[in-house]
């Protein structure tokens, strides 16, 4: 015991080592072990498989600061391949870390992968999540934080806690049994619930919630005010989230500070993360319910699918009880919600990562140099499947990730000639991708023709939103585009029937994903790339591959196996790094 004991010492401390050679005191480093297993939990009160990291569901907090470097070395103990990423994490010059199939290899089953990445002027709330085989539906998420560098200001007074709260919609049925549904071209139907920091409902009514359900609590005291970043991880369901008695003073979206203003209640989509100033300023009378409960549906037919924790002060008086506060009285109706979302506004004159105002950059001067319109429409069958589309193209996820095919020349691996326009011709599968010009200025619409909300992400950036409005977008809608003070942020709501404009920068070499984050589309192919290649070629704007990369596909030949002597041979420090992480936490290889 001793000796292993000396053994385990020495090891770390080469860990240690290498990760003070291969970063800088300006730039510290963060470092986490993920395992990512399967364990059994019953947050709905019905034992189920769930996706775990280090055994927790949901998975640890990521807590960072602006420049950061960030190493997770990721155990994948699943039985299938296993990707993670970070939604909402711009990986500058790096899309080799994205965690997505355009441009990585899978993590095979009870293989060790070590991500490597900056979080470079960004500010934020975030969350990850396993990008793979509808994995998100059975957990494997968490929530990321960047903290602002302490000489940076911040517009508002520090909060007495920062709490981050994870709500999402959530099937009794795991990720497989689900895929398996999609495979067979059956609707996945109405969720079981909702979780509120992986736990179900608080039992407010004896009728809808069973007994013996574990809920979340949250710990305040009287008097203070805390931060409380709120992420929607879920499948597909959009979520209103509220606290009893309680405003929300909204003051940050995905790594922008926005315009402070107070709601009872706020509209959170799938894969939207938003900080909220909360004031503890109530009697304590008793306890206060959080509620996180389905919205544009019938609100009596899916009573179940709502998510209830509970807000304890240190003096409160007794439990909750009675009705649950109402959500807004709008099902049928999105024109709330809407103004809602119009409603929040860039705070122009607040510091983001760098002290100059995050205003300083006047989006709205800046001439469009591309535009693409992207279309959905309600599933289609293509050659007798069931199939998502954008613009009349399923897309096809490459046996071999485009940027990795872009590397070593491997031709035929995709199709650079996605339409900046939709198909009027019969709907195709294809590995199609956009043609993204560097340092150019695209702008796109996203026209949800569906009868369902859709939200849509975009990896490498954080756009602005300057519009959205009912009916068919035109060339004409440009006149009611905010140019001024248009949140930026990583993923924006698309109403059905209804459009949304954004602008994106194009200075992020590489290859992003563009996605619906609603999990059933996004697996039946409603997704896309953009590249991005400086013509320029060098390390400047973008890194090289990294030493550890994955080969699969056509490159599969180049693939070692995995074990401490391949690593030692050569696999680099990353990799050795994440080698030497796993034994000092106990692990075989």
């Known amino acids: 015991m001793a ?28 470092s986490y072990h993920f395992e990512v297993s399967y364990i059994t939990a019953s947050p709905l009160g019905v034992p189920q498989q769930v996706i775990a990291i280090n055994g927790k569901f949901p998975g640890p907090t990521i807590n960072s600061t602006t420049n950061n470097n960030v ?13 993670l990423t970070w939604a909402g994490i711009q990986q500058k010059r790096s899309s080799w870390q994205d965690g997505v199939l355009g441009t990585n290899c899978p993590i095979p ?64 049925r795991n ?39 574990d809920h979340e609590i949250i710990n305040v005291d009287p008097g203070k005010t805390y931060r409380i970043r709120v992420s929607n991880v879920g499948v597909s369901t959009s979520l209103n989230f509220r606290i009893q008695n309680h405003n929300l003073l909204l003051a940050e979206s995905e790594g922008s500070y926005t315009v402070q203003q107070n709601y009872t209640s706020l509209d959170i989509h799938v894969g939207q993360t938003y900080s909220f100033l909360i004031t503890m300023d109530q009697n304590a009378s008793s306890d206060y319910y959080i509620v996180a409960s389905a919205r544009f549906v019938n609100e009596s037919t899916w009573q179940r699918v709502t998510g209830v924790g509970i807000l304890h002060y240190s003096n409160s008086k007794g439990k909750a009880s009675g009705p649950l506060p109402e959500p807004p009285q709008d099902q049928y109706d999105n024109t709330f919600s809407m103004n809602q979302a119009r409603s929040i506004r860039w705070n122009i004159s607040a510091s983001g990562a760098r002290p100059n105002p995050q205003g300083s950059f006047r989006y709205g001067s800046i001439n469009v140099t591309e535009v693409y319109i992207l279309k959905n429409k309600p599933p289609v069958t293509i050659n007798g499947k069931k199939r998502a589309t954008l613009s009349g193209i399923s897309f096809v996820n490459p046996a071999t990730p485009i940027r990795l095919a872009d590397e070593f020349k491997v031709k035929g691996a995709y199709k650079l000639d996605f339409p900046t326009e939709p198909l009027t011709g019969p709907h195709m599968m294809e590995t199609s991708i956009i043609n993204g010009t560097y340092r150019g200025f695209m702008e796109v619409i996203l026209q949800n023709n569906e009868t369902k909300m859709h939200s849509y992400h975009l990896d490498g950036y954080a756009f602005f939103v300057v519009g959205m409005g009912f009916g068919e977008w035109t060339s004409d809608s440009r006149g009611t585009y905010n140019k001024w003070d248009g949140i930026a942020r990583t993923t924006t709501q698309v109403y059905p029937g209804a459009w949304t404009a ?36 060098n390390n400047k704007t973008e890194l090289p591959i990294p030493d550890n990369a994955l080969f699969c596909g056509a490159l599969s030949h180049m693939q070692k196996p995995q074990d401490i002597s391949a690593a030692l041979r050569g696999h680099g420090s990353v990799v050795l790094l994440g080698l030497l992480m796993a034994m000092v936490s106990g692990l075989v290889l």
């Open 175 to 213: 990720h497989t049994a689900l895929r398996k549904s999609l495979d067979a071209g059956r609707d996945l139907g109405m969720p079981d619930g909702v979780l509120i920091n992986g736990k179900g409902p608080y039992r407010y009514n004896d009728t809808l919630v069973p007994d013996g359900i």
């Open 109 to 172: 089953p009870k293989w060790n992968w070590t991500y490597n990445f900056q979080v470079k002027d960004q500010i934020g709330s975030y969350f990850y999540f396993p990008s793979l085989n509808f994995q998100r539906a059975s957990g494997g998420f968490g929530s990321f934080i960047i903290n602002p560098r302490s000489v940076i200001p911040i517009p508002f007074d520090t909060p007495a806690g920062d709490i981050t709260i994870l709500i999402g919609d959530w099937y009794i």
């Open 502 to 537: 954004i602008l994106i920068s194009l200075d992020n070499v590489g290859v992003w994903n563009l996605r619906t984050e609603n999990l059933d589309s996004w697996y039946l192919g409603q997704e896309t790339y953009i590249r991005i290649v400086n013509p320029e070629k």
């Open 3 to 30: 000796a292993t004991s000396i053994f385990l010492s020495w090891l770390a401390c080469i860990y240690i080592s290498l990760l003070l050679s291969f970063t800088s005191a300006e730039d510290p480093t963060v």
């Open 71 to 83: 190493v997770v070395n990721v155990r994948n103990k699943l039985d299938e391949p296993l990707l």
